[in-house]
């Protein structure tokens, strides 16, 4: 669930519910904070973190420049977990790392959609973009009315 400031076109991810088929939980509380800490990554992702380069330099090389997300965004994370044994993974696990930060930007991306109505097709959604996709689509649909 995201909040979207349409004056400004800042996005504020407000909750986060995660479900995996992880195979036999080991760990519990170290499976959940993989997903926690994939759902940072995707938050990281989907909103503020983009490469800026320029005559092929990357201009924004450090974490003053490079905004990536801190416990300050982070939202409530709930996890669900299937455990389904896997004969092919050490004691029935799989690997959790990577897929829980896969789905998160895309869910981000869904959720700016149902919050707005915009659609946007490129990572990362800055309030820029957002502000820009929420403005054109004002203005198609002023552009509808005012032909009806």
């Given at each position: 669930?995201?909040?979207?400031?349409?004056?400004?076109?800042k996005v504020d991810v407000?909750?986060?519910?995660?479900?995996?088929?992880?195979?036999?939980?080991?760990?519990?509380?170290?499976?959940?904070?993989?997903?926690?800490?994939?759902?940072?990554?995707?938050?990281?992702?989907?909103?503020?973190?983009?490469?800026?380069?320029?005559?092929?330099?990357?201009?924004?090389?450090?974490?003053?420049?490079?905004?990536?997300?801190?416990?300050?965004?982070?939202?409530?994370?709930?996890?669900?977990?299937?455990?389904?044994?896997?004969?092919?993974?050490?004691?029935?696990?799989?690997?959790?790392?990577?897929?829980?930060?896969?789905?998160?930007?895309?869910?981000?991306?869904?959720?700016?959609?149902?919050?707005?109505?915009?659609?946007?097709?490129?990572?990362?959604?800055?309030?820029?973009?957002?502000?820009?996709?929420?403005?054109?689509?004002?203005?198609?649909?002023?552009?509808?009315?005012?032909?009806?």
């Amino acid at each position: 669930m995201v909040e979207v400031d349409t004056e400004t076109g800042k996005v504020d991810v407000i909750e986060i519910v995660a479900a995996y088929d992880a195979g036999k939980i080991v760990n519990p509380v170290l499976a959940e904070g993989q997903i926690i800490g994939g759902a940072a990554m995707g938050i990281g992702y989907a909103i503020m973190e983009e490469v800026i380069v320029n005559k092929g330099s990357i201009k924004n090389r450090n974490f003053s420049d490079y905004i990536i997300p801190t416990s300050m965004d982070m939202p409530k994370v709930t996890t669900y977990f299937v455990e389904k044994y896997e004969p092919t993974g050490p004691y029935g696990a799989k690997g959790l790392g990577e897929p829980a930060m896969l789905p998160t930007a895309p869910a981000i991306l869904n959720a700016i959609y149902d919050a707005v109505g915009v659609r946007l097709t490129e990572f990362p959604a800055t309030c820029e973009r957002v502000l820009a996709a929420i403005k054109e689509k004002e203005q198609r649909d002023q552009e509808k009315r005012d032909n009806i």
